[in-house]
Each structure stands twice: as structure tokens, then as C-alpha cells.
């Protein structure tokens, strides 16, 4: 599955969360479930309103074999090995209470919740409903990003209890923040490179390295993103990488069939390495390149995207150097576009429905040139980052970007503090002009 990050006309919010109910469970909720501590259970709570997290945006942790995360929460989780996982970024210190929404539907069963160095164990009687639980109170002895992990103790009929949520009052709750979107996984960022007023991209030259802990299924690190496409590499698998070259039709369709030949993204020619090129669809249209290729972290990998307009239309072509060579991804002509290159930007996404998403995926970008029309190299030292990140799209803050030398490193995810902030500007050192011979 390939997604495509609309940074110039409209930023994608990225994968839906998959929605994973049990295959043995019906899950029914209703609107006031969140609010049943705030009644119920007054002895145990010290706020008047509860914060409800919920555990469609956790994590099955090492991964989601044994536990299932869905738009209920927990279910299947049959191995105590695994574990369910969820963040929240506390602002204020103090003691903090602690419910769950649980369900056991076939007996008796105990979970332990963890939160730092503080352990609560609660009992989970049957139900086939979900019902409030209190667990009990602990103290956050410092703000930040934190996460409850919640672990099986005892379970009955083969699995543990399903979760729902957790539900947090107390001092430690207020403003407290956590993801209430439908969504999951990283948000994107991106990183936009400003030509200089008046100079014109007839090529765009770009560096990147994939930081070794970001060799993580389902990341995509794109180099050379322009108003018509992007060229960057990906982790597909455990065992498949990806150099993916894409050129996207101006034709207003998610659907490849409904494009007039008016407006067709058209193959010119593809390099040795291109194991699959393709019309594409349900993200905009137009052709793709991909090149099963091992490429690995921590290697620094050069790209170069060509621009060369004409009455009709573009015809851009994509490199990228290995093997001491500049080799061809794929040379396609648009019909239908704008005559010079322009939107020129790197991306990090995270293309999964969530599995993974709480770990870190960066990258570093060096050396980002234009080439004119009359071959004069010109250093994009001025930028500005950009992250889907908002309350009704990715509620998260672990996203950043910092200068490093005559380039930035970015990254998202990891559930750490964010070093950067929407639309903020960043300036890069100056830098020598790479020796390149350009292609063609």
C-alpha cells in the first residue's frame, strides 16, 4: 500500500485506524460510559469529570499477534507476553485516579496496570458488558509524555479481559493530553525547501539517510517531493524495501479508469532496477515506478528529479545514485501541468493503520540544491516544517525537526517531547556545490 502526503494543496491526515473487533465479541458502548465514574464511584474519584483515553488509540505491544487493537479497544489477547499500551502527556504533577471500562465475558479475570514505577492490580469479574472498574490511585511525580501499560494477570476461557478505556481524575488530570482522535498512527511531517524569488528548478538534488532505528514496516522517507509527484524509499515488510518514483495526473479522480487521455500520466521509458511500474489510484491518479532494492540505514542516498516543460505539458525524470552510477527510475510526460517545478519538500510518513506507530521514524536531508535551466546550482538553504498533527487529525506531539549542517533531521513518533512547530522556519549552513555530472 502506497499513501500520498498532499503537502502543497492539502496535507494528508495519513491511515485510518483499522477497525479490529473480536470475531467471538460484540461490542456495545453508549455515550455516557465515560462519564460513569464521575456517579459511581465518588469515593475512589476526587475530580467532578473524568478524562476517558481510549484504547482504539493504544498499542499491542511487542505487537498485535496475541492482542488485537480495534475501534473497541482490547480484544483476543490470549499471551500474557503481550501487553496493551497507551500515552497521555501529563502538565500538572499529583495524585491521579485510575478506573477502566472492562469487560470478561467468560469468567473472572485480573489485569495490572502500570504506570512508571507504580503497579495497581484490579479484578475484572464477568461480564459480558462494559462495565467501570475502579483500579485505584497513583502519584505523577513529574510532568510529560508518560503511558499506562496494562498487563495480563489472570484470564478465564483462554483470553484476557477486553479494555475498553481508561478513565483518569484527580489533580494530575487537568490538562492532561492524549490522542482523542480516530486516528493512530505517526503523524507526517514534512520539511519545505524555498526557491529563491525569481530561479527557476530545472533539476532538484537531495541527500537523505534513514536513521538505523527507523527500519520500522510501513515507513515511507520521501527526498524529492515537487508539485507533481515525489521520489523517496520505503519499508514494506520485514524483508522488502522499496526506491518508489511517482507522477501524479492533474485529472480530479481517485479512479485511473475515469482519466481522459487528455490528462494520462504517460511512461516514457524505466531503468534496469524498476520491478513494477504501474497506472495507480485511490490517492489521486497517475504512474509509479518501484524498485525492490535493499537499500539500508545509515547509508546516505542521493536523488535527482528533472523538469523539462513544453508546449503540451512536463516530462519529469527520476535518479537516484548507487553503484557509483547515477541510475533511471522512470522518465514520465504529463500532458497537463505547470511548466516549471515548483512545492519542492521531504516527507516522513507512517502509511500503516497504527501497528508500530509508537515508535520513533526519522531521517536526515542534506544538501538540497536546484539546478536552473542554465545549469546554475543554487543551494535551498531557507525551509519550513509542517506536521498533519491537530486535535481532529493526530492529537500527538512526539514530531520534530532541527537544523544539522548544511541540511535538517526530522522524525515522528517515539512519544517523545517535539522540538519543532507548524510552519515554523528553519535555515540551513551554507554549503559546497556536490560534484554531480547530471544524467542524460
Same mark, same amino acid.
Given at each position: 500500500?502506497?499513501?500520498?502526503? *498532499?503537502?502543497?494543496? /492539502?496535507?494528508?491526515?495519513? +491511515?485510518?485506524?483499522?477497525?479490529?473487533? +473480536?470475531?467471538? =465479541? #460484540?461490542?456495545?458502548?453508549? #455515550?455516557?460510559?465515560?462519564?460513569?465514574?464521575?456517579?459511581?464511584?465518588?469515593?475512589?474519584?476526587?475530580?467532578?469529570?473524568?478524562?476517558?483515553?481510549?484504547?482504539?488509540?493504544?498499542?499491542?505491544?511487542?505487537?498485535?499477534?496475541?492482542?488485537?487493537? %480495534?475501534?473497541?479497544?482490547?480484544?483476543?489477547?490470549?499471551?500474557?507476553? #503481550?501487553?496493551?499500551?497507551?500515552?497521555?502527556?501529563?502538565?500538572?504533577?499529583?495524585?491521579?485516579?485510575?478506573?477502566?471500562?472492562?469487560?470478561?465475558?467468560?469468567?473472572?479475570?485480573?489485569?495490572?496496570? =502500570?504506570?512508571?514505577?507504580?503497579?495497581?492490580?484490579?479484578?475484572?469479574?464477568?461480564?459480558?458488558?462494559?462495565?467501570?472498574?475502579?483500579?485505584?490511585?497513583? !502519584?505523577?511525580?513529574?510532568?510529560?509524555?508518560?503511558?499506562?501499560?496494562?498487563?495480563?494477570?489472570?484470564?478465564?476461557?483462554?483470553?484476557?479481559?477486553?479494555?475498553?478505556?481508561?478513565?483518569?481524575?484527580?489533580?494530575?488530570?487537568?490538562?492532561?493530553?492524549?490522542?482523542?482522535?480516530?486516528?493512530?498512527?505517526?503523524?507526517?511531517?514534512?520539511?519545505?525547501?524555498?526557491?529563491?524569488?525569481?530561479?527557476?528548478?530545472?533539476?532538484?538534488?537531495?541527500?537523505?539517510?534513514?536513521? =538505523?532505528?527507523?527500519?520500522?514496516?510501513?515507513?515511507?522517507?520521501?527526498?524529492?517531493?515537487?508539485? &507533481?509527484?515525489?521520489?523517496?524509499?520505503?519499508?514494506? +515488510?520485514?524483508?522488502?524495501?522499496?526506491?518508489?518514483?511517482?507522477?501524479?495526473?492533474?485529472?480530479?479522480?481517485?479512479?485511473?479508469?475515469?482519466?481522459?487521455?487528455?490528462?494520462?500520466?504517460?511512461?516514457?521509458?524505466?531503468?534496469?532496477?524498476?520491478?513494477?511500474?504501474?497506472?495507480?489510484? !485511490?490517492?489521486?491518479?497517475?504512474?509509479?515506478?518501484?524498485?525492490?532494492?535493499?537499500?539500508?540505514?545509515?547509508?546516505?542516498?542521493?536523488?535527482?528529479?528533472?523538469?523539462?516543460?513544453?508546449?503540451?505539458?512536463?516530462?519529469?525524470?527520476?535518479?537516484?545514485?548507487? !553503484?557509483?552510477?547515477?541510475?533511471?527510475? /522512470?522518465?514520465?510526460?504529463?500532458?497537463?501541468?505547470?511548466?516549471?517545478?515548483? %512545492?519542492?519538500?521531504?516527507?516522513?510518513? #507512517?502509511?500503516?493503520?497504527?501497528?508500530? &506507530?509508537?515508535?520513533?521514524?526519522?531521517?536526515?536531508? =542534506?544538501?538540497?540544491?536546484?539546478?536552473?535551466? *542554465?545549469?546554475?546550482?543554487?543551494?535551498?538553504?531557507?525551509?519550513?516544517?509542517?506536521?498533519?498533527? *491537530?486535535?481532529? *487529525?493526530?492529537?500527538?506531539?512526539?514530531?520534530?525537526?532541527?537544523?544539522?549542517?548544511?541540511?535538517?533531521?526530522?522524525?515522528?513518533?517515539?512519544?517523545?517531547?517535539?522540538?519543532?512547530?507548524?510552519?515554523?522556519?528553519?535555515?540551513?549552513?551554507?554549503?559546497?556545490?556536490?560534484?554531480?555530472?547530471?544524467?542524460?
Amino acid at each position: 500500500m502506497i499513501k500520498k502526503a *498532499h503537502f502543497i494543496m /492539502a496535507i494528508a491526515i495519513g +491511515s485510518v485506524m483499522p477497525f479490529l473487533n +473480536s470475531c467471538k =465479541k #460484540d461490542v456495545k458502548t453508549t #455515550d455516557n460510559e465515560s462519564r460513569i465514574l464521575t456517579t459511581t464511584n465518588k469515593n475512589l474519584l476526587t475530580s467532578t469529570v473524568a478524562d476517558t483515553i481510549a484504547l482504539s488509540n493504544g498499542y499491542g505491544i511487542p505487537d498485535e499477534d496475541y492482542i488485537s487493537i %480495534g475501534s473497541g479497544g482490547t480484544s483476543d489477547w490470549t499471551r500474557k507476553t #503481550d501487553t496493551a499500551r497507551v500515552y497521555t502527556t501529563f502538565n500538572i504533577t499529583g495524585t491521579l485516579d485510575v478506573s477502566i471500562m472492562a469487560k470478561a465475558p467468560a469468567g473472572n479475570c485480573a489485569l495490572i496496570i =502500570k504506570i512508571e514505577d507504580q503497579t495497581l492490580t484490579v479484578q475484572v469479574p464477568q461480564n459480558s458488558l462494559y462495565t467501570a472498574i475502579p483500579v485505584g490511585t497513583v !502519584n505523577i511525580k513529574n510532568t510529560g509524555i508518560k503511558h499506562f501499560e496494562i498487563i495480563g494477570k489472570i484470564k478465564n476461557g483462554g483470553y484476557f479481559p477486553d479494555v475498553q478505556s481508561l478513565i483518569i481524575s484527580g489533580a494530575a488530570s487537568v490538562n492532561a493530553y492524549y490522542n482523542k482522535s480516530g486516528y493512530r498512527t505517526c503523524p507526517a511531517v514534512h520539511d519545505g525547501y524555498n526557491i529563491p524569488s525569481g530561479d527557476t528548478a530545472s533539476w532538484f538534488y537531495n541527500e537523505i539517510k534513514v536513521h =538505523k532505528e527507523s527500519d520500522i514496516v510501513n515507513s515511507f522517507f520521501m527526498a524529492n517531493g515537487f508539485n &507533481s509527484g515525489y521520489f523517496g524509499i520505503q519499508v514494506n +515488510s520485514p524483508t522488502e524495501r522499496r526506491i518508489l518514483f511517482s507522477v501524479f495526473s492533474d485529472y480530479d479522480s481517485n479512479d485511473p479508469n475515469q482519466v481522459p487521455a487528455a490528462y494520462a500520466v504517460q511512461l516514457i521509458s524505466k531503468g534496469d532496477l524498476v520491478t513494477t511500474e504501474e497506472t495507480f489510484g !485511490n490517492e489521486g491518479t497517475g504512474r509509479h515506478a518501484i524498485a525492490v532494492y535493499p537499500w539500508t540505514t545509515e547509508t546516505s542516498y542521493k536523488f535527482l528529479v528533472h523538469s523539462v516543460p513544453d508546449t503540451g505539458g512536463v516530462t519529469y525524470t527520476g535518479f537516484i545514485f548507487l !553503484n557509483n552510477k547515477w541510475n533511471l527510475i /522512470a522518465k514520465y510526460y504529463k500532458p497537463v501541468s505547470h511548466p516549471n517545478m515548483y %512545492g519542492l519538500y521531504s516527507f516522513v510518513e #507512517d502509511f500503516g493503520g497504527g501497528l508500530n &506507530s509508537y515508535k520513533r521514524r526519522g531521517m536526515t536531508m =542534506k544538501d538540497q540544491y536546484i539546478v536552473t535551466p *542554465h545549469g546554475k546550482w543554487i543551494q535551498l538553504t531557507s525551509s519550513y516544517f509542517t506536521t498533519t498533527t *491537530h486535535d481532529d *487529525h493526530f492529537s500527538r506531539t512526539d514530531y520534530g525537526n532541527a537544523v544539522n549542517g548544511t541540511g535538517y533531521n526530522m522524525f515522528t513518533g517515539g512519544f517523545v517531547p517535539q522540538t519543532a512547530t507548524d510552519y515554523e522556519s528553519f535555515t540551513c549552513n551554507p554549503g559546497k556545490t556536490p560534484n554531480v555530472n547530471l544524467p542524460e
